[in-house]
């Protein structure tokens, strides 16, 4: 590890504007990118169907029965399987001919729950068949999990861990449903819920996050999830209301359409941005790059290559500092990787990640909380607007250089960004 690590601090906010970022940081609305969770009793039906030369040969109907989404790991889940009657009048060919793909009739439905209960918390599997004197031959398949996705950690973590059954949901997140704002049963502070959820490496995310130490630039998870059956759904973060930057910045200016950066190498005359005014004052966006640039640089000198720096994984936190979230390597998002990415086989490098911390310096700049590329893979231009330091232009475009040799390390840039020289204005 390098001694340089232990030198890192998080930028100075200045203290004539604490009020100004104390109120972006701690927003009016502390649920404005949330949606609420609201009390069912019965999720909406669905119907499935297995097509088999040109018809459907067999279908199920699927739904959960006593859930309420507010008290997490309700509810019994149930799905009905049929396959194609040789009788021609029966309800599961009614279904799998129903052009509109409408599931079971529900008193047939009726008929099936009387025969068969379904266990809360798991997933029972039916089959059934219309029998030709009308009666229904109704077979329990067995159960499974309800929650297919949750997972057994297959090594030991230092973080305690809640059960599931003692959250209560209030909000889930408009851009990521399987993120939920709870408020844990033992005490009264919301606390955010990501679940494990499909091809999330939940479970890889949580053993290299706690192993991490601590430290003032990472949001870290406090708290496991997990079912009376010890199964792990997920983990709890502490709840930061003004959320990521990309959403602080889109909510500054809602109407601002993402900029379209041209290749670099054309006229740097037509390289100015114009339709953004200027919300944050400049030393705050300062101490916001440098929080960044020291937690890149922190990771860094662990010989941790990330990969995914992007302004939806930087969360500006209560006090007014950003940290950085879903920090565990092993996945990437376009718009922020370098050109050297196209090549088969790339898996991140340090000056891959020096490469979007310069995308991410330039949005903080200009408030946005992205831009698009005209030529993906591409070297962007960056486009700035009055009034940004052209030593930090400079620093920042050095960052999205094509040849990854000639990029800074991110201690560089964040030592500029600490000790910036004499500011001039372009």
Same mark, same amino acid.
């Given at each position: 590890?390098?001694?340089?690590?232990?030198?890192?601090?998080?930028?100075?906010?200045?203290?004539?504007?604490?009020?100004?970022?104390?109120?972006?940081?701690?927003?009016?609305?502390?649920?404005?990118?949330?949606?609420?969770?609201?009390?069912?009793? %019965?999720?909406?039906?669905?119907?499935?169907?297995?097509?088999?030369?040109?018809?459907?040969?067999?279908?199920?109907?699927?739904?959960?029965?006593?859930?309420?989404?507010?008290?997490?790991?309700?509810?019994?889940?149930?799905?009905?399987?049929?396959?194609?009657?040789?009788?021609?009048?029966?309800?599961?060919?009614?279904?799998?001919?129903?052009?509109?793909?409408?599931?079971?009739?529900?008193?047939?439905?009726?008929?099936?729950?009387?025969?068969?209960?379904?266990?809360?918390?798991?997933?029972?599997?039916?089959?059934?068949?219309?029998?030709?004197?009308?009666?229904?031959?109704?077979?329990?398949?067995?159960?499974?999990?309800?929650?297919?996705?949750?997972?057994?950690?297959?090594?030991?973590?230092?973080?305690?861990?809640?059960?599931?059954?003692?959250?209560?949901?209030?909000?889930?997140?408009?851009?990521?449903?399987?993120?939920?704002?709870?408020?844990?049963?033992?005490?009264?502070?919301?606390?955010?819920?990501?679940?494990?959820?499909?091809?999330?490496?939940?479970?890889?995310?949580?053993?290299? %996050?706690?192993?991490?130490?601590?430290?003032?630039?990472?949001?870290?998870?406090?708290?496991?999830?997990?079912?009376?059956?010890?199964?792990?759904?997920?983990?709890?973060?502490?709840?930061?209301?003004?959320?990521?930057?990309?959403?602080?910045?889109?909510?500054?200016?809602?109407?601002?359409?993402?900029?379209?950066?041209?290749?670099?190498?054309?006229?740097?005359?037509?390289?100015?941005?114009?339709?953004?005014?200027?919300?944050?004052?400049?030393?705050?966006?300062?101490?916001?790059?440098?929080?960044?640039?020291?937690?890149?640089?922190?990771?860094?000198?662990?010989?941790?290559?990330?990969?995914?720096?992007?302004?939806?994984?930087?969360?500006?936190?209560?006090?007014?500092?950003?940290?950085?979230?879903?920090?565990?390597?092993?996945?990437?998002?376009?718009?922020?990787?370098?050109?050297?990415?196209?090549?088969?086989?790339?898996?991140?490098?340090?000056?891959?990640?020096?490469?979007?911390?310069?995308?991410?310096?330039?949005?903080?700049?200009?408030?946005?909380?992205?831009?698009?590329?005209?030529?993906?893979?591409?070297?962007?231009?960056?486009?700035?607007?009055?009034?940004?330091?052209?030593?930090?232009?400079?620093?920042?475009?050095?960052?999205?250089?094509?040849?990854?040799?000639?990029?800074?390390?991110?201690?560089?840039?964040?030592?500029?960004?600490?000790?910036?020289?004499?500011?001039?204005?372009?």
């Amino acid at each position: 590890m390098s001694q340089r690590s232990e030198e890192l601090s998080l930028g100075v906010l200045p203290a004539d504007a604490l009020k100004e970022v104390d109120a972006l940081a701690n927003p009016p609305d502390p649920f404005q990118s949330w949606a609420p969770v609201h009390e069912e009793r %019965m999720s909406e039906l669905c119907t499935t169907k297995w097509p088999c030369e040109g018809t459907a040969d067999g279908g199920e109907t699927s739904f959960v029965i006593g859930t309420n989404p507010q008290v997490l790991g309700t509810g019994a889940a149930v799905v009905i399987r049929y396959g194609r009657n040789v009788l021609a009048e029966c309800s599961e060919n009614t279904a799998l001919d129903d052009c509109d793909d409408n599931p079971l009739d529900e008193d047939i439905i009726d008929q099936i729950l009387r025969r068969v209960q379904p266990n809360p918390g798991l997933r029972t599997i039916i089959k059934f068949q219309t029998l030709p004197d009308g009666s229904l031959d109704v077979e329990n398949v067995g159960v499974e999990s309800f929650h297919p996705d949750a997972c057994v950690l297959p090594n030991p973590v230092s973080l305690p861990s809640v059960q599931m059954s003692s959250l209560r949901a209030t909000h889930r997140l408009r851009q990521a449903p399987h993120i939920l704002l709870v408020k844990p049963l033992s005490y009264p502070a919301v606390r955010v819920l990501k679940l494990c959820n499909g091809g999330s490496r939940v479970a890889e995310e949580i053993e290299f %996050m706690s192993r991490l130490p601590e430290v003032d630039f990472l949001l870290r998870p406090t708290h496991l999830v997990l079912d009376e059956a010890g199964l792990c759904h997920g983990f709890l973060l502490d709840y930061h209301p003004a959320s990521s930057l990309r959403i602080t910045m889109d909510l500054l200016h809602p109407d601002a359409k993402p900029p379209v950066l041209p290749p670099s190498g054309v006229d740097q005359s037509s390289c100015w941005l114009a339709g953004i005014p200027t919300s944050v004052p400049w030393p705050v966006k300062l101490a916001w790059a440098t929080d960044i640039a020291a937690a890149v640089a922190w990771l860094h000198a662990r010989a941790i290559v990330w990969a995914d720096l992007k302004t939806d994984n930087i969360l500006l936190c209560t006090d007014g500092h950003c940290r950085l979230i879903d920090y565990c390597p092993g996945g990437w998002t376009p718009p922020w990787t370098p050109p050297e990415a196209q090549s088969p086989g790339w898996k991140g490098t340090t000056a891959g990640d020096v490469f979007a911390l310069g995308l991410v310096l330039w949005c903080v700049a200009v408030e946005v909380g992205g831009g698009k590329r005209e030529q993906e893979y591409v070297s962007p231009r960056l486009l700035w607007t009055e009034g940004i330091p052209s030593w930090f232009q400079s620093l920042a475009s050095s960052c999205i250089e094509h040849e990854p040799g000639r990029r800074p390390s991110a201690h560089h840039v964040y030592t500029q960004l600490l000790y910036p020289p004499e500011e001039t204005s372009t």
